[in-house]
């Protein structure tokens, strides 16, 4: 395997050779420059050649491979009006099928591509309308994209290029018969990509059955030298995305960083960012790989001189910027290799000096932390989101310190004397320690102390290593009983077996089972399509007749329960609830 290059090595979107359609489209995006696997993939998969890839999500895997499949589609297609799909992206959940066609439908909107996701939950006649109304990539979990092959509605005829997207997770759902099904019915001629977090051997053994000579990229393993890697605080927040806005502003009034960079991934991300940070306080200013240098160095020494508190870049705007005063690095989006977080930290903690790094991940994006942690060797703590009551207490303090600070200066010298008469006159109306807390509100409220008192949701995340095996509570039906038919006994009521639950988990009772064709991959990706979970953070399922029962982490049982009650599985509504013992 060639490890992936670091991030000195610039190469642009337009050096791949994309045509300009996809380069007018990324540029809309924001995208300022390919990320290490974009450098790495594209060009192969523009070759034609077969690509094992390992790639957790936040790397930008799916522009990897969907650029080029963009590219053949208008290189191949043109005018002939061919109503079979041209590529099929299998993908383990109905989220990431929605994602995904999203992401491709974007880069490919100058070139007209059509992209249709196809997915367990939702009502098949709308799938089928859109397969029966012509389609240039189906992006689809294996499930259903099988019964679609079985009904002849999904034709693979014309299909040449076949994308296995997070294989892993596929297989540890249960998948691997129906990808193996559906390999074997797509043409031999086909290119073949796989994509995966990890490389288990189940993975390998596929790659070596259905890929031909396939060129093989990995994260770079590049650990940074004893004594290189900076002194550096590290820690992560797992945060859902719609909440980062809000979790970033909170963490930065914790931590109240003398100053700071905020890296981004795109410049959309940057300019918005920014505004909010300006909404809630700060001084922020933005930095853009566009910008001219009179334009940078300007921001550069409002942020040495203070007048500026944060900076917010992408990390091209970002290169060679070298600044002694930085107290903080904040990622606010993983990056998308080790070498870059590697980069952007060492950006602080020079000279000896503690400096602190802070990243948000998304709940899907905790693998690509854990990716970072090995290849660093460094640990990064993944702390809680500060609550309000964690921000009141601090802001308290800030103030406090304040307050005090003026006592210790201004008493002295007599700095304070000139406010004696503002004192003594309300003293004959209010007891000085009214006066006091009235005047410690004035200075609370006029230093910007918002109060901001939406809860922000705490993700939980499974703890320990991640291995090739589903986990022990998942394991009873994974392998087996995905599949209709291949199901033999089970649990025929409530009082089957496994009742006790898993600790730190949630068992939901729904209410619809075989009888409703319901199959685990229904369930997962009701779940992960409706509420904030990933694939991996559902438990063990159990299909009965009648019901089911589905584990889900305690913490976000409330929210699920919420979200699956308007969810419709098989296009049919269910009764969700906790199961009682
Ligand atoms: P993925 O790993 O494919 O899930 O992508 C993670 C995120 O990175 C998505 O939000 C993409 O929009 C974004 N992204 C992908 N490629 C780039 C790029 N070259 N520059 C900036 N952002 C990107």
Redesign the pocket.
Known sequence: MSPIPDDDDAISFADLNLRPELLKALTGLG?????PI?REAIPPMMAGTDLLGQAA???????AFALPILERLAAERGATESRAPMALVLVPTRELAVQVSE?IHKYGRDLGARVVPIYGGQPIGRQLRALEYGVDVVVATPGRALDHIGRETLDLNDVKIVVLDEADEMLDMGFAEDIEAILEQAPAERQTVLFSATMPPRIESIAGAHLREPVRIRMGRAAPEPGEAPLVRQSAYVVPRSYKPAALGRILDIEAPAAAIVFC??RDEVDHLTETLNGRGYRAEALHGGMGQEARDRVMSRLRSGTADLIVATDVAARGLDIEQLTHVVNYDVPSAPESYVHRIGRVGRAGREGVAITLAEPREHRMLKTIERVTRQRIEVLKVPTVADLRTRQLELTRAAVRETLLQDAENGGLDRFRMVVETLTDEFDILEVALAAVKLVHETNGMTDDDEEIPDVQLRAGPRTDRPRDGARDFRDGRERPGRRDGGPAGPGGRGRAGNPGMTRLFIGLGRRAGIRPGDLVGAITGESRLGGRDVGAIEIADRFSLVEVPDAAAEDVIAALRTATFKGKKATVRRERF
């Open positions: 995208y300022e420059e390919p990320t974009q999500t936040g790397t930008g895997k799916t522009a992401a991934r795109t």
